[in-house]
């Protein structure tokens, strides 16, 4: 994680100096993530989210100067969104917790038992599984780097390591490798939101992945 | 178990493309306004490392000798740590009564304040942990805190006050424009002040108060002329030099510094304030205390009912 810091931190640089290829290479890499990260939290009122994500970026330019790398550089853009949402509710008389994420709690035993649950058309299930989709999204986009991309391509595309390699301009080697460092930080992630839940522990020291 | 997963979770949802255009434009804006400071805050250091009569110059500058920018306002009173950068650096600003040039940017620190002289007769003052830079004649950046403007001019010579959410616009008014946590106030007390957000343009009358937030949504609320919320903005006024000068100068001062309408009992009283001529000074007093002070001295008192200050003959 340092070095991925560190990184962050000459990026940081890099747009402060003017390099606007710099700037749209984060900012591609973070709008979506940003955008879901809002989305979320605002019963999917997808204008508001986009107006929150707006001044996010833009309080974040003013501020860069600022970032000293301590965190990664997404982390340090999702607090600003935080920020940027608690100035939105206080200003409508709305409470910041209305919209509680099962990212946002401590204690995820209920994505266990939504996962263990049998496929069902209740309305009661239909929340759940949409909670948990919501997890994995927020579990998948919080991944350093393109590690949430590289899942994805893999296992919703069905592509093949080479042809990873490929879109990411590396080796078969190396694509292997970041194919299953990607794996396992998603598993060490989901394990840490679900650290209460002996049980998802269990199944996740069991799986192959 | 992770490919089971992500599998039952689906693709995330992608944001819209308006969206993703919408933001972009806005962050790339910010982004080069950001670069544009940030390179004209280079060159100046540049050019003052050019050398040593470019130095020599800046130390005067620094001393207030000599000033290669036009004068934009004088400092007249301070309290507490108030500070002023006209090139990189924050100093402390240690005697009132300096000029301040064109580009030169001022701040007050926790517990601060400051009161500045525009010319025209124009009192601005800033408040606590408050920074501004005075951009040119009649314009001034509030980039942070919260700040009063006086302004007795005629029609159309207002001020510009720019802040990250809107400029505000003043036609010979009194108001007060704060900016703080991604909102931007304005309460005016006097006259009329426009706004313009991202081409729209609103408009505050005496006695409203606006604010704006940082999606555009804009609250309007009154305020009295005479609130507790003028306070600090009377404690920082600067006061008129009143030895030899007749009271009613005086009662005009402390009923416009309260936003209050001076009346006069008769037209015997208003005689008689014109002919008691004041002596001593009243620095440092806000305008009520300044006014007990000299008051207690003459044969007049002042009744306060509502937004009116009204000079009596004293009974006793």
């Given at each position: ?209 | ?79 507490g740590a108030v ?23 001022l701040r007050t620190l926790?517990?601060g304040g400051a ?11 800033l408040a606590a942990t408050t ?14 805190g ?171």
């Amino acid at each position: 994680m340092a070095d991925l810091v560190h990184v962050d931190r000459a990026v940081a640089r890099r747009i402060l100096g003017g390099d606007e290829a710099a700037f749209r290479e984060m900012f591609d890499r973070f709008f979506p993530r940003l955008y879901r990260f809002a989305l979320a939290r605002l019963d999917g009122d997808a204008d508001t989210a986009r107006d929150i994500v707006q001044q996010t970026f833009c309080n974040a330019i003013q501020r860069l100067d600022g970032y000293r790398g301590e965190a990664a550089l997404y982390t340090w853009f999702c607090q600003i969104c935080r920020n940027v949402l608690a100035d939105h509710f206080r200003k409508r008389g709305r409470g910041v917790a209305r919209v509680v994420l099962l990212e946002d709690q401590p204690d995820a035993r209920a994505i266990l038992e939504a996962l263990a649950a049998p496929v069902s058309d209740e309305p009661e299930s239909r929340v759940w599984r949409l909670q948990v989709r919501r997890l994995v999204e927020a579990t998948l986009d919080a991944l350093p780097g393109n590690y949430g991309d590289v899942l994805e391509w893999k296992y919703l595309d069905g592509q093949s390591v080479a042809e990873i390699a490929q879109r990411l301009g590396l080796g078969p080697k190396a694509a292997e490798s970041q194919l299953q460092r990607a794996r396992e930080a998603f598993r060490v992630a989901i394990a840490d939101l679900a650290s209460a839940s002996d049980e998802l522990m269990g199944t996740l020291g069991r799986s192959p992945g | 178990m992770v490919a089971a997963l992500i599998q039952a979770a689906g693709r995330r949802t992608e944001p819209p493309a308006d969206a993703y255009r919408q933001v972009l434009d806005a962050a790339m804006t910010a982004l080069r306004e950001k670069s544009r400071r940030r390179r004209e805050r280079s060159w100046l250091i540049g050019a003052a490392a050019a050398g040593i009569a470019a130095v020599s110059v800046m130390l005067l500058l620094q001393r207030g000798e000599v000033s290669l920018q036009p004068r934009m306002a004088t400092v007249v009173r301070t309290i507490g740590a108030v500070e002023l950068r006209s090139g990189e650096r924050w100093k402390p600003l240690v005697e009132s009564g300096g000029a301040i040039p064109a580009g030169t940017s001022l701040r007050t620190l926790a517990g601060g304040g400051a009161a500045l002289s525009l010319g025209d007769g124009t009192s601005l003052r800033l408040a606590a942990t408050t920074e501004v830079q005075f951009d040119g004649p009649r314009h001034i950046l509030l980039r942070d805190g919260m700040l009063y403007l006086d302004n007795r001019a005629s029609l159309g010579t207002g001020f510009r006050i720019g802040t990250p959410l809107g400029t505000v616009h003043d036609i010979g008014t009194q108001f007060e424009v704060r900016v703080a946590d991604g909102m931007l106030r304005l309460r005016v007390r006097e006259g009329h002040v426009e706004i313009d957000r991202a081409g729209e343009r609103l408009t505050g009358g005496a006695g409203e108060q606006l604010e704006i937030d940082v999606l555009g949504g804009v609250t309007r609320s009154m305020i009295g002329t005479t609130d507790p919320a003028w306070r600090w903005a009377e404690t920082m006024a600067p006061a008129p030099d009143i030895d030899g000068r007749p009271a009613t100068e005086l009662l005009a001062w402390v009923a416009r510094e309260t936003g209050r309408r001076l009346r006069y009992q008769s037209p015997d009283v208003e005689q008689r304030a014109a002919t008691v001529i004041l002596h001593g000074n009243i620095r440092h007093l806000a305008p009520l205390a300044a006014l007990d002070a000299m008051l207690a001295t003459t044969d007049l008192e002042y009744v306060l009912e509502g937004d009116t200050m009204e000079i009596r003959a004293r009974t006793e």
